[in-house]
């Protein structure tokens, strides 16, 4: 089983893909998610999220957004991201 995973920020989309598990920061603190998690609306604060892609990880550092988990689908959208330098695919 695997989460599918969109990353979004306001003036493009940042990455999409499958993956194992997501971490991010919320102001609720540190989530981690896994195939088979409740669904969930958190605003996020500014930090990392973590994506352990198939393949590599993504890490992005954010400065907010909203994060959403519904159905195994993980949907991020952020003001912005900096991803970490060859972890994009």
């Known amino acids: 089983m695997a989460l599918t995973v969109e990353l979004v920020a306001a003036d493009r989309k940042i990455w999409d893909g499958t993956a194992a598990r997501v971490s991010a920061r919320t102001v609720d603190g540190e989530i981690g998610i896994l195939p088979g998690h409740a669904p969930l609306l958190g605003v996020m604060v500014e930090g ?5 892609g198939e393949g590599s990880d993504v890490v992005a550092t954010v400065d907010g957004g909203f994060l959403s988990v519904d159905h195994d689908r993980v949907t991020i959208v952020v003001e912005s991201a900096e991803v970490g ?4 695919r």
Not at 48 to 52: D, H, K, Q
Not at 85 to 88: D, I, L, M
Request: aromatic share 0%.
């Open 85 to 88: 330098s060859g972890q994009a």
């Open 48 to 52: 990392e999220v973590r994506i352990a």
